[in-house]
């Protein structure tokens, strides 16, 4: 599995990977170091909640060096009337008769609640390289899809302030 990431992502990746292993895993082997102090491992919740913390801590940071491992660069640049990555775009929703603005963003960073969406969802495939007032037929499954226009896209610049997503 290759997952599509910008530079910008890929640096995130990189800045949160150097804070787990030089702030949050000094944090954790301590908290672990104190609380097999206390005595008695076999009823000692704190050391197996600190346990706990440290190991999520070295998976978080196994996951994001995979994922920089097999990632895939994938541009974030495109010509200013086309729908590309990092665009808000203002949608039609023809069968609801509803507008929704969303952001496209690769598949770490997407965050529907927060109007983020992949370029790898039905709805961010189907709208990458489509300027204002197209009409597009996004495919959810083989057996269902929908319409939707284009209203509006807006170059947005890629501050790096969406988050990634955990696991």
Do not use: C, W
Not at 51 to 65: G, M, P
Not at 76 to 101: A, L, Q
């Amino acid at each position: 599995m290759h997952n599509e990431l910008t530079r910008k992502d890929i640096e995130k990746m990189q800045e949160e990977i150097e804070y787990r292993k030089l702030v949050v895993r000094k944090e954790a082997l301590e908290d672990v170091k104190e609380a097999r102090a206390h005595g008695d491992l076999s009823e000692n919740f704190e050391y197996h909640a600190a346990k706990k913390v440290k190991n999520q801590n070295e998976s978080r940071i196994r996951y994001l060096e995979r994922m920089i491992k097999t990632a895939v660069i994938v541009s974030d640049e495109s010509p200013d009337d086309e729908v590309g990555m990092n665009n808000t775009v203002e949608v039609f929703f023809e069968e609801d008769g509803i507008t929704e603005k969303y952001k496209l963003v690769t598949t770490v960073r997407g965050n529907s609640l927060e109007g983020l969406i992949s370029t790898e969802s039905p709805l961010g495939k189907a709208l990458l390289g489509h300027k204002v007032g197209d009409r597009v037929y996004v495919e959810v499954n083989s057996g269902y899809g929908y319409y939707v226009v284009v209203k509006s896209i807006e170059n947005t610049i890629d501050d790096g302030s969406d988050k990634l997503r955990s696991f």
